[in-house]
T-cell receptor, first 113, second 116 residues
Framework: DGGITQSPKYLFRKEGQNVTLSCEQN?????MYWYRQDPGQGLRLIYY???????QKGDIAEGYSVSREKKESFPLTVTSAQKNPTAFYLC????????????FGPGTRLTVL | AQSVTQPDIHITVSEGASLELRCNYS??????LFWYVQSPGQGLQLLLK??????LVQGIKGFEAEFKRSQSSFNLRKPSVHWSDAAEYFC??????????????FGKGTLLTVNP
């Protein structure tokens, strides 16, 4: 079955540690996205990538980094510079830009202790 | 830049009752409009989308939405709610923004509770 996988589902880290969240898709989509979700805040865009080896900052990129070395993979690193990293993180992909449906993964809940 | 407002943070309805979730957007032209649903602790699933043409759009799970240009609205409706519809619903707008054709702007969501 085609889809998006995110791992792990739950992640715990100590304050000051970097952590990398995985996102893989087998939909052959060019575009991939990372969103952060906090209660009552909706989804906020962290980074997006239109094509391999290219990515752009979203609305809340500070304290995060990404890479896009393969079409199917778009990992997100939450660095120690992110002041409030505890949140639910969602990865998505689409064929192309905003005119296309975005398909979402199941999410990773990150808790920083 | 575009924006999306979902005026109702939380709505409670009885099973079998009708439902309308409100969505208002701000954008200079007609944007691409989406409704997504999210069950607790899960990702989002597309219910329906509007690009152009017929302003009444049918989606999955018996949902429909109506685009009203004069009111800048894209309200989601269902004639008879089932207990399994309890979830959070997000309206989203897609439009060119800051030179990017890849950004969706989401509303803050409406949490739907269904009473038996």
């Amino acid at each position: 079955d085609g889809g998006i996988t995110q791992s792990p589902k739950y992640l715990f880290r100590k304050e000051g540690q970097n952590v990398t969240l995985s996102c893989e898709q087998n939909l052959n989509h060019d575009a991939m996205y990372w969103y952060r979700q906090d209660p009552g805040q909706g989804l906020r865009l962290i980074y997006y990538s239109q094509i391999v080896n290219d990515f752009q900052k979203g609305d809340i990129a500070e304290g995060y980094s990404v890479s896009r070395e393969k079409k199917e993979s778009f990992p997100l690193t939450v660095t120690s510079a992110q002041k409030n990293p505890t949140a639910f993180y969602l990865c998505a992909s689409s064929i192309n830009g905003y005119t296309d449906t975005q398909y979402f993964g199941p999410g990773t809940r990150l808790t920083v202790l | 830049a575009q924006s999306v407002t979902q005026p109702d943070i939380h709505i409670t309805v009885s099973e079998g009752a009708s439902l309308e979730l409100r969505c208002n957007y701000s954008y200079g032209a007609t944007p691409y409009l989406f409704w997504y649903v999210q069950s607790p602790g899960q990702g989002l699933q597309l219910l329906l989308k509007y690009f152009s043409g017929d302003t009444l759009v049918q989606g999955i799970k018996g949902f429909e939405a109506e685009f009203k240009r004069s009111q800048s609205s894209f309200n989601l409706r269902k004639p008879s709610v089932h207990w399994s519809d309890a979830a959070e619903y997000f309206c989203a707008v897609g439009a060119e923004s800051g030179g990017s054709n890849y950004k969706l702007t989401f509303g803050k969501g409406t949490l739907l509770t269904v009473n038996p």
